[in-house]
């Protein structure tokens, strides 16, 4: 059975850290462009990063520029999402989600190509 898990979000102060960790099984995660997405109450799901399956490269979103890494444990058939200085506008459920095209950079802007998510994760930043 093909599944992805995410888990790892909470409550936590301005400033604080999270790491989100996006579990893969019935598959190898290692083929897959990997992204993280997020949804806040009353907006659309933005995408924030993602990891491309053919070179490793990573990609952000402005707004989290610097301050969140994705990163691959091929061991564990993971990827996580370590955010620093959280603010509060980072309050949202964070999804990961798996695209099996090969060759092609993956992306963050759209949420099309990816067809397997996880359940998602809340994340809420407040004092």
């Known amino acids: 059975q093909v599944q992805l898990v995410?888990?790892?979000?909470?409550?936590?102060?301005?400033g604080g850290s999270l790491r989100l960790s996006c579990a893969a099984?019935?598959?190898t995660l290692d083929y897959y462009n990997v992204g993280w997405f997020r949804q806040a109450p009353g907006k659309e799901?933005?995408?924030v990063s993602?990891?491309?399956?053919?070179?490793?490269?990573?990609?952000?979103?402005d707004s989290v520029k610097g301050r969140f890494t994705i990163s691959?444990?091929?061991?564990?058939?993971?990827?996580?999402?370590?955010?620093?200085?959280?603010?509060?506008?980072?309050?949202?459920?964070?999804?990961?989600?798996?695209d099996g095209a090969q060759g092609v950079?993956?992306?963050y802007y759209s949420d099309a190509p990816y067809d397997h998510w996880g359940q998602g994760t809340q994340v809420t930043v407040s004092s």
């Open 6 to 14: 995410d888990s790892g979000g909470g409550l936590v102060q301005p």
């Open 25 to 27: 099984s019935g598959f």
């Open 45 to 47: 799901r933005e995408g």
């Open 50 to 61: 993602c990891i491309s399956s053919s070179d490793g490269s990573t990609y952000y979103a």
């Open 72 to 98: 691959r444990d091929s061991a564990q058939n993971t990827v996580y999402l370590q955010m620093n200085s959280l603010r509060p506008e980072d309050t949202a459920t964070y999804y990961c989600a798996a």
């Open 105 to 107: 950079r993956c992306t």
